[in-house]
């Protein structure tokens, strides 16, 4: 089946403090892995993909297929940071068909 | 670019009516892909239209349909309306079918069924 898991309804840290907010799945393929987050009062919108290996807003993401994760980490949370994260996966080849975790909505206190 | 737009922004129904949703994708974007999302939830996928053809669906009943017209908008309806409707409807375009990451969302409709 295909699924995608984020164990943490809600991660609450400090201000500086390190993040990571948990992601497995579970694909019968290779699938293509993303994190998309949702500010307040504004829509979904792609923070990153695996496949670009890259930095967003300090934000970073490494697909490990042997545990079937993706966790996304920050070494020093911002209160700016503080939204509604979700993981998701789509096949290959199957854009814009999207399958989503329950979300993780990060606090980030002063 | 003012993005993914989506009509109405909130509407009110009553069991067992029926509703349409529209929404404008990106201009240049063929695919439109519907998602809804339950209070609390993630999205979940409902449809997904490129070339005004379905290319996918999710597991949802036969009450849910949509279409894409030649300009590349989408309706999304939905007939018989239950309580367990109500939910953010989600709608996103993106270019061929292949590029996953350029998806872009739009604002969403909340839906109340009374």
């Known amino acids: 089946a295909q699924r995608v898991t984020q164990p943490e309804k809600l991660l609450s840290v400090f201000k500086g403090a390190p993040v990571e907010l948990k992601c497995n799945y579970s694909y019968s393929g290779s699938p293509e892995l993303f994190w998309y987050v949702q500010y307040s009062r504004q829509r979904l919108q792609l923070l990153l993909r695996?496949?670009s290996r890259e930095s967003i807003k300090g934000f970073t993401a490494d697909l490990n297929k042997g545990e079937t994760s993706f966790h996304l980490k920050k070494p020093f949370a911002q209160e700016e940071d503080s939204a509604m994260y979700y993981c998701a996966l789509s096949g290959h080849n199957q854009g814009g068909k999207l399958i989503f975790g329950q979300g993780t909505e990060l606090s980030v206190k002063p | 670019d003012a993005g993914v737009t989506q009509s109405p922004t909130h509407l009110i129904k009553t069991r067992g009516q029926h509703v349409t949703l529209r929404c404008s994708p990106i201009s240049g974007h063929k695919s439109v892909s519907w998602y809804q999302q339950v209070l609390g939830q993630g999205p979940q996928f409902i449809f997904q239209y490129y070339e005004k053809e379905e290319r996918g669906r999710g597991n949802f009943p036969d009450r849910f349909s949509a279409r894409q017209f030649p300009n590349y908008s989408s309706e999304l309806n939905v007939n018989a309306l239950l309580l367990g409707d109500s939910a953010l409807y989600l709608c996103a375009s993106s270019l061929p079918l292949g590029l996953a990451g350029v998806v872009r969302f739009g604002p969403g409709t909340r839906l109340t069924v009374t």
């Open positions: 695996h496949i």
